[in-house]
């Protein structure tokens, strides 16, 4: 059985990115060693059929005495396996592992996944990787790319010549595994960023387009998958603070307007103007999330007891509902239930109005919300037993608005729901006890 020796310096170079690989090698008959520094993650690539070697690597430090140790560590490690050939990846186990080859005279294989910080960098430290690789990439049988950019550098210094150097299509992707998923069909455009974080990745860059976009106020969300190279958990976690701190005044403002907004609305004009004075003044305390107008009606006990965290709710009673014959217990579920499903909906942000008043033989009970617009596909759905928009809900949740509907007709009442990207109205007319 044939043996291949394969020198990385992380467990996610193999496990993450030629894992394909080493199960063809493992399917087709090769006995496949790999040897990485030490990781509790390992347990996963021996789980492929490979024996792990663990081999000290220091991947960014640049004391040569360490360097020097790995190379005889490689040095001693190819002559107790004896591989029919070796394969390399990254700078360390590509240039000491080349190294080392040349000595044991085995066939060697090296994978270049970028040229790293020294190339880019340039000056003194270019001058010594590069020598460096001369040396170990010289007697390479092939030294694989993942673009034409970096072969082209390595053969105009010198470092490796023209027939030594194959290109691929990148390094691949397994398409069961990170299958194909449609964008997901909503306002806020997410970016996803899949690399280590460090500099010449480009994040800086990224850093600062991200300030700008929260800062203008685009509808956007960031990701990042990987792992920080050099010290950017601190840059990442100020960025952090600063978009929630964006948020809080966001916010903030919203439920300001929100707040003037329902007041213009209840012609409450008086009360408009006070408030805007407060807001110019610079006041924080000019916000209450509940305004009511009759602390001591049915109404009003019904709005104290709902959670409405951000939301601010208004209450303008114009008719008793005592002039009814329905009871308390029925009223509670009737604008309960319409409440907590219009809560659910607008996310803790925006502005409930509840009215009530007389229409000729009737009481009219008006709740608005300026929440998100029912689709009117759905529309004529809402009232149905069992029909809901929530995701994962429970029996309970399928519930709410039918009860709405039975109680309301078996007290030969109507209610009936509008909506548009401006408002949602829900309207339920009850016969009054009396003439009005």
Not at 431 to 436: G, H, M, R, T, Y
């Amino acid at each position: 059985m044939k043996k291949v020796l394969i020198l990385s310096n992380h467990f996610a170079t193999i496990y993450k990115f030629r894992r394909e690989l080493v199960e063809s090698l493992v399917t087709r008959g090769y006995e496949v060693v790999v040897s990485l520094p030490k990781s509790d993650d390992n347990e996963e690539i021996k789980s492929l059929g490979v024996r792990i070697v663990e081999t000290y690597v220091d991947r960014k430090s640049l004391n040569p005495i360490k360097d020097i140790k790995l190379f005889l560590d490689y040095l001693k490690l190819i002559k107790i396996e004896k591989p029919d050939i070796i394969i390399g990846y990254t700078i360390k186990p590509n240039i000491y592992g080349g190294m080392a080859t040349r000595i044991r005279k085995t066939p060697f294989i090296a994978n270049v996944t970028g040229l790293g910080s020294a190339y880019y960098k340039g000056g003194m430290l270019k001058k010594i990787v590069s020598s460096l690789y001369k040396v170990g990439l010289k007697k390479a049988k092939s030294v694989f790319f993942e673009n034409v950019q970096n072969a082209q550098v390595m053969i105009d210094d010198k470092t490796i010549t023209k027939e030594q150097a194959v290109v691929m299509n990148g390094a691949g992707v397994n398409l069961e595994r990170f299958s194909f998923s449609k964008m997901p069909k909503d306002d806020i455009t997410k970016f996803l960023f899949v690399g280590r974080v460090m500099e010449e990745k480009g994040v800086n860059e990224l850093f600062e387009a991200i300030k700008k976009i929260k800062q203008e106020g685009i509808k956007a969300e960031f990701g990042f998958l990987g792992w920080f190279e050099e010290d950017y958990s601190q840059i990442i976690k100020e960025l952090e603070e600063k978009i929630n701190d964006l948020k809080k005044v966001k916010h903030d403002y919203g439920s300001q307007i929100s707040y003037l907004y329902g007041l213009c609305l209840m012609g409450k004009y008086d009360k408009l103007t006070d408030s805007l004075k407060s807001i110019i003044n610079g006041h924080d305390n000019i916000i209450s999330e509940v305004e009511i107008y009759n602390n001591d009606s049915i109404i009003s006990m019904i709005v104290n007891g709902i959670k409405h965290k951000g939301i601010n709710i208004f209450v303008d009673e114009q008719a008793s509902l005592e002039d009814i014959n329905v009871s308390e217990m029925e009223i509670q579920r009737i604008v309960s239930n319409i409440l907590n499903n219009s809560v659910t909906a607008m996310n803790e942000k925006g502005l409930i109005i509840v009215r009530t008043y007389y229409s000729l033989n009737s009481v009219v009970i008006k709740i608005q919300n300026n929440g998100p617009k029912i689709e009117d596909e759905i529309i004529d759905k809402i009232f149905d037993v069992g029909f809901t928009t929530k995701e994962n809900s429970n029996k309970e949740h399928r519930l709410g608005l039918a009860i709405v509907k039975e109680i309301v007709e078996r007290n030969n009442g109507k209610v009936s729901v509008s909506s548009n990207d401006t408002i949602t109205e829900f309207i339920i007319k009850i016969p009054a006890k009396i003439s009005v």
